[in-house]
């Protein structure tokens, strides 16, 4: 029987798998795991089955609860000189230039396929040969690449022709050497024929497909030969972690967020909490503006001091920073998220991380591995000086929003370090400035960082001069530097429903049933 809900993703590919499963029946778990599947397809450079993420899930009735299956370090280190893990440059919008990591030593054990499979168990109801079908076909007779897709594809393209098999499939025919090494251009059909004979594997053999049998020894052979830490006693330790969110009151409802090792949740949950009792003015005054700059700019100072640690949330430390706002001037990666919600009340807010990619393809699976190990944001203490066996930390913050109203929003962003500061803003947008779904993921953003305040078009200039922060960047345009968030919500009875998915980040919804908006 047709369900009725709402899907937001960030490829029409991607949001398209998730809204045939729900008119296929399906519910909004059939569907995001439907919908991970395609993102790996068809956002090949933010979501891959060789990375990790997260889903929030709430089922109809019952507490929500976060399924962790992102990236683990491995078990055993490796001399540094028995490794593969290279320096390249990119070139982002703007000429601003960033350092990634690639081979096979930054690459950790993954976790999608477990976390897929696992979501799967517990709360799906379709087969899985039916929830994979579109991403199969996809893959097989190829997706044209849109202009999104192969900007991002751009950035990193120094990892992307790293290997000979991520050059095939990202370089254009007779433009697949390294010396000549091209990106596909836009608007071809992007064919990945070996990642659909993955996928249809994993369907067959389920979980052990890839972290016992033939995909797993692939991936250890390869790692093992050339210079990575891999072994087959990582895969085979590999678990989902379910855990319960972190759960902070807004003026309006309620914000249901990723607890720790995660940060970002954390990091949110500060955030709101020290403007949930300061007065914030009207949307865009220079209350407003004065007030959410310093709560990002406290955030990211409480970052440096406690890290992730839960001890922020606490009401005497929120205080301490609040107070400090109020009285002086404070001084100083590749992401994709779906969410989805049925007719019965089922939330579902997925994101999927693969890093920059690590350049290093497994052969003949399409399989493109993670660079989590790579990425300096998620090595605090330098590369190759993370515990061994350990859940990685990560800024990503599937969430919920429940209203006070009975409605529900589930909702994320990709976008690396911003994520934290661009889901504190569309929160509170919803909660203290009482928008519309749609016009709290539209509105012009900021961001703070390492005391310079980015800033979207949309704000007064004038009263953006006369701010705290002085050390400024204004924008010309809304980008994806602010995040993408897609967000998808149902009323308390379970009839309307509306979707957003955010321009910045190529966001597509589809809406199912008779009262959409």
Request: glycine share 14%; aromatic share 6%.
């Amino acid at each position: 029987m047709k369900k009725h809900g709402a899907v937001a993703a960030g490829h029409d590919v991607t949001a398209g798998a998730a809204a045939r499963v729900l008119e296929e029946g399906g519910n909004a778990f059939d569907a995001v795991i439907a919908a991970m599947w395609a993102a790996c397809v068809a956002e090949p450079v933010l979501a891959s089955l060789g990375g990790g993420g997260f889903v929030m899930a709430r089922p109809a009735g019952k507490p929500p609860r976060l399924y962790d299956f992102f990236v683990e370090t491995p078990l055993e280190k490796r001399a540094r000189e028995d490794l593969e893990f290279e320096s390249r440059l990119a070139t982002f919008a703007g000429g601003v230039t960033q350092e990634f990591h690639g081979g096979y030593g930054s690459v950790a054990t993954p976790g999608v396929v477990a976390g897929m499979f696992k979501i799967h168990h517990d709360l799906a109801g379709l087969p899985m040969a039916q929830l994979a079908e579109p991403a199969i076909t996809a893959a097989r007779d190829g997706i044209e690449l849109d202009a999104f897709q192969r900007y991002v594809m751009g950035i990193v393209e120094p990892l992307l022709g790293f290997s000979p098999d991520s050059r095939r499939i990202f370089g254009k025919p007779g433009h697949q050497d390294e010396d000549g090494f091209e990106l596909l251009d836009e608007g071809v059909l992007h064919h990945q024929a070996d990642l659909a004979h993955s996928i249809d594997y994993l369907v067959r053999t389920g979980v052990g497909g890839f972290y016992h049998g033939d995909l797993g020894d692939a991936l250890v052979r390869e790692s093992r030969a050339s210079g990575g830490y891999l072994t087959r006693e990582d895969l085979a330790a590999y678990r989902v972690l379910i855990r319960d969110p972190l759960l902070v009151a807004g003026r309006k409802g309620r914000f249901v967020l990723n607890p720790p090792p995660a940060s970002g949740g954390v990091l949110v949950g500060f955030g709101l909490k020290l403007a949930r009792d300061m007065a914030l003015g009207s949307f865009g005054s220079a209350r407003h503006l004065e007030a959410v700059s310093g709560v990002l700019h406290a955030t990211g100072l409480a970052r440096g001091e406690y890290g992730a640690s839960p001890v922020i949330l606490s009401d005497e430390l929120c205080e301490s920073y609040r107070m400090m706002i109020g009285e002086r001037p404070l001084s100083q990666r590749g992401t994709t998220h779906i969410s989805v919600v049925d007719q019965d009340g089922n939330l579902a807010a997925a994101t999927l991380s693969n890093g920059s990619s690590s350049g290093r393809v497994v052969p003949k699976t399409g399989i493109m591995m993670n660079n989590m190990l790579g990425e300096a944001d998620l090595s605090s203490d330098g590369f190759h000086q993370w515990p061994c066996g350990v859940r990685m930390t990560s800024m990503m913050t599937p969430a919920l929003y429940l209203g006070a109203d009975g409605s529900s929003v589930a909702l994320g962003s990709g976008g690396s370090n911003r994520i934290r500061s661009t889901m504190l803003q569309v929160m509170l947008n919803m909660d203290a400035f009482d928008m519309t779904l749609h016009g709290a993921v539209a509105a012009p953003r900021l961001h703070v960082e390492d005391g310079l305040l980015s800033v979207e078009p949309g704000f007064d200039e004038a009263l953006l001069d006369g701010l705290s922060i002085q050390n400024q960047q204004r924008w010309e345009s809304e980008d994806m530097f602010f995040g993408g968030v897609h967000a998808a919500k149902v009323s308390a009875d379970g009839a309307t429903f509306s979707a957003v998915g955010d321009g910045r980040r190529n966001g597509h919804r589809i809406v199912t049933g008779s009262d959409q908006t």
